[in-house]
Every structure is written in C-alpha cells, then in structure tokens.
C-alpha cells in the first residue's frame, strides 16, 4: 500500500491546477474526479464479488499494473482526453487495490482489532503519499509545472512497478474456504442498508469540495504552486497519524461514536473554512477539517467489515466502495456546478450540513455500535 499511494498527494494537489493552467474550467475539472469514480462505481461491486469466489491475492497484486499504466498516461498527458483516460485506469486500480486490501485487513482481524488495523492501513498509504509528494514538489520547486509534472509521474508508474513485483511475492492469500452449499446469500438487512447510505452521503459531501478547493485558495490569495502545497500538505500529515489512534478509539469506544464526532466535527470546520481571512488561517482552518476525517474514516470502514458475513465480506465491502463510488462521482460535479454558479461560500456551506447530517444518522442508527 506504501508503494501503491506515491502519487496520491502529488495528484490530489496539482491536477486541478494543471488542469486550470491548460483552460479547462471548474465542470470540466470535475468530470476528471467523475470519470475516476464512476469507472470504480462500475468495477468495484464485481471486484467483491470475485474476491469470495476466486480469492483476494491476485486482485491486489493486479491492481499494481493499472497503477503504472494510469502513471505513464499521466507522466504525457497534455490535454482533457489524456487525463480522461490517466483517470479511468487509476479508478480501475483502486477498485481492485481497496477492496481487495479491505477486505484482507477484515479477514486477518476481529471486532476488537478491525479498527485499529483499518486506521494503519490509511496512515501506511498516507505516509507512502506524503513520501511521493516531497517528491513531486521538489521537482515543482526547482522545474516548470509541465516538467516537473512528466517527471514525478514517470517515477510514480516506477515505483508501482516495485509494488507490484513486492506484492507478487509477498501477499498471501487469506480467503477462507467454502463449499459452494454452505456459503450464504447475502441478506440485506436494516443495519447493512443503513451503513451504506452512510458511506454513500460521507463521500459525497467530503469530494463535493475536493476538486474546488485548491482552486478557491488559488483565485482567492493569488497563490502560486508552492504556496498551495504549503497549504495543502499539513492535512495529509494528520492522515499519517491519527487514523491509527482513532481506529484504536473506535475499537475500545464503539464506531459510531467516532464516526459522529469525526464528521460533525469536519461540518463544522467546512462551513468556517471560508471565511478565514489569510491563506495562513485556511491552512489551519483545513487540519482540523482533516482530523475530522481521519477519526471517521477507520471507523466507518470497520463497521463495514464487523456488518459483512465471513462468506460475503468481499462482496459487501464491494458493496461499500460502490457506494462511496456513487457520492464520489456526484460530489464533484455538483461541487463544480455550485462553484461556479452559486459561489465557493455555499459549495463549502453544503459539505457541512451535508456531514453534520451524517453525523445525526450515524448516532441514531448505530448508537450501540
């Protein structure tokens, strides 16, 4: 997962600049996250699917080649149709690399310990993140942004390349065997129906401002590459390190509770955001909206793994990135539209309300859990 996640902060930060630099607008630069969702939203159901009939392994160390293939688009692309296609490979191989990896942490893992070990697995990409981005900015710091660019992702599709090759020899296979008479059909029940429209509203409201917000800070303080990364990379420290704790706190505490207070905590953060005076206090401002974050992410990903039957754990957890991958793909289009015909406020007011209703239902619904 280290090798897997090198680009992620990188890309987070410089596609929609990149994408701004090159004239295409908020929409169009929305439709690039879409494209990435929507591609998982189609893949990952199958995916879980497969993994409880075929096994976990090769679905992981597979998920390394969409990487490289995603990178090498990425380290030429030019214009809207490369970053189109870049896209749709690398929702391919986060579809077979997050369910698969989910799906083994819930098979090496009970209740008391799922928690904690989903919060490593977000802090491991997240520190593998944070390695490739103090990569990929020091190359934008002494490069011009198309260099810098072609070059951080040749090195990024290197070094999934390495993953792969890691993964091949070292991943083992941890599906438990059934007899096809034995495995169970997969009931929808109140309480798994409930966490999925959970997962579906969180991720809708938390990419509604992913694709805008780093082009707000840029319009808004007149701000060049390097001062946004400066703003930008703090948040991606709190998701090295309090993922870990906080699955630890929802082991111990119970998921809900975690999950309310992460989300609510991250509306409240939102809607304040942009009113921050100075690039300086935004950056702050956006910490505590990460910390938010990374106390609920573990959380909800456990109480996903605790819901599923040892036979359909990939399924349902299939299941679950199909529905992040529905408010994930909405979120961004949406936040586009309000961007630009309302105003950057109320995009930023609704990904509040938005997680403050998320918080409500998680207590109502799960509040002994």
């Keep these: 997962m280290f090798f897997a996640s090198t680009a992620f902060v990188f890309l987070n930060f410089s596609l929609p600049v990149r994408a701004d630099d090159l004239g295409i607008d908020a929409v169009g630069i929305g439709g ?43 380290a030429r692309s030019t214009d809207i149709t490369d970053f189109y296609v870049a ?16 799906t083994i942490i819930g098979d ?36 011009p942004m198309q260099q810098a660019w072609s070059l951080a992702f040749a ?20 599906r438990v065997q059934h007899r096809q008479e034995q495995r169970p059909r997969l009931q929808w029940t109140p309480p798994l129906r409930r966490v999925m429209v959970l997962v579906l509203l969180s991720t809708f409201a938390s990419s509604l401002i992913e694709p805008i917000y780093l082009i707000y800070l840029k319009h808004k303080f007149d701000a060049g590459s390097l001062m946004l990364a400066m703003a930008f990379l703090p948040a991606g420290l709190v ?36 009113f921050a005076p100075s690039l300086l206090i935004v950056a702050a401002t956006y910490i505590l909206f990460a910390v938010g ?66 918080g409500a239902l998680t207590l109502g619904w799960f509040a002994r859990r």
């Design 155 to 174: 090195g990024y599709a290197a070094l999934a390349l390495i993953g792969l090759a890691w993964a091949w020899r070292r991943v083992p296979e941890t």
């Design 293 to 358: 974050w990374a106390m609920a992410s573990p959380a909800e990903d456990a109480l996903v793994a605790d819901l599923a039957p040892e036979a359909l754990r990939g399924t349902v957890l299939g299941t679950r990135e199909a529905a992040a991958g529905i408010g994930a793909a909405l979120g961004p289009l949406l936040g586009g539209v309000i961007y630009e015909q309302v105003s950057p406020e109320a995009a930023f007011l609704t990904n509040g309300v938005l997680l403050l209703s998320t």
């Design 32 to 74: 690039m996250y879409a494209v990435f969702t929507g591609s998982m939203l189609l893949i990952r159901p199958l995916v879980g699917i497969c993994l409880d009939r075929f096994g976990r392994r090769w679905f992981f160390v597979s998920a390394f080649a969409f990487y490289a293939a995603s990178m090498s688009v990425f």
């Design 108 to 143: 090496l893992h009970d209740a008391t310990q799922r928690g904690a070990a989903m919060g490593r697995l977000t802090a491991t990409s997240v520190r593998g993140s944070m390695i490739g981005a103090t990569y990929g900015f020091t190359l934008l710091g002494f490069l």
């Design 239 to 274: 998701f090295a390190i309090v993922p870990g704790h906080a699955g630890r706190w929802a082991d111990r505490l119970g998921r809900a509770p975690i999950i309310a207070t992460g989300v609510a905590f991250a509306g409240i953060v939102a809607i304040l955001l942009p």
């Design 87 to 102: 896209r749709a490979l690398q929702g391919v191989g986060a579809s077979l690399m997050w369910v698969s990896a989910r």
